[in-house]
């Protein structure tokens, strides 16, 4: 799997956008980003994916780089529940049957 | 319908006991996941089935035995636990395993070995 980069912590202040990078610099050309989110104790949340066109859903936007060696996740109006760690995963394309977790960015919305 | 359905939520187990985990998708998802985790770690791989066979075994102990005994349902038997495998246990499945399809994970089963 390509390696990610990620901030070990992030703060946001409840309302505002929250943007969390990752760096991927050895991405290959067909391998797609996923990012998942794990709030204390419970499963990660699948949050959005991507290969190359920038991606939104109800949750978040997914901005990934022309050349795709990094990508941005936004929460565009962060809540307190929101407070999680967030995993940035590329998964590879061989067999693609494996995510992969880095440490991830623990973000905490204040209040 | 997104769930990813984990049985029991807690366990607690002796060193010499069996038990197993289990975990039920009714999604018609193909490809289905065992993670281990850690207190304050990610969730690391251990098992992949596809089409109910298993594809990938991250070298995990003999003491860890995964099943899958149709499209719907996967079991992790415990047998000879120790207590550093005291962990939270994450089942997922994915519509297929292929790149562009994302894994819905459980609320996960807390195992303590005692």
């Known amino acids: 799997d390509a390696k990610t980069t990620q901030p070990t912590s992030m703060d946001c202040a409840e309302g505002r956008a929250a943007n969390l990078p990752c760096n991927h610099s050895?991405?290959?050309?067909?391998?797609?980003v996923y990012w998942y989110r794990q709030i204390h104790s419970q499963g990660p949340q699948y949050i959005i994916h991507?290969?190359?066109n920038n991606e939104t859903n109800e949750m978040a936007s997914l901005i990934i780089t022309e050349d795709r060696k990094s990508s941005t996740l936004i929460l565009p109006h962060a809540t307190l529940r929101d407070t999680a760690v967030y995993y940035c995963?590329?998964?590879?394309?061989?067999?693609?049957?494996?995510?992969?977790f880095g440490p991830g960015t623990r973000l905490s919305v204040l209040p | 319908d997104t769930e990813v359905t984990q049985t029991p939520k807690h366990l607690v187990m002796g060193m010499t006991n069996k038990k197993s985990l289990k975990c039920e998708q009714h999604?018609?998802?193909?490809?289905m996941y065992w993670y281990k985790q850690k207190a304050k770690k990610p969730p690391e791989l251990m098992f992949v089935?596809?089409?109910?066979?298993?594809?990938i075994n991250e070298s995990v102990p003999s003491r860890f035995s995964p099943e899958c005994p149709n499209s719907s349902l996967l079991n992790l038997h415990l047998h000879a636990l120790q207590p550093e495998d005291s962990a939270l246990y994450l089942c997922?499945?994915?519509?297929?395993?292929?790149?562009?399809?994302?894994?819905?994970f459980g609320q996960g089963t807390r195992l303590t070995v005692v």
């Open positions: 991507g290969l190359k």
């Open positions: 089935y596809s089409y109910e066979k298993l594809s």
């Open positions: 050895t991405i290959s050309g067909n391998e797609y």
């Open positions: 999604m018609g998802h193909r490809a």
């Open positions: 997922a499945s994915s519509r297929t395993g292929r790149v562009n399809t994302e894994a819905f």
């Open positions: 995963i590329v998964r590879v394309t061989n067999y693609g049957q494996n995510f992969v």
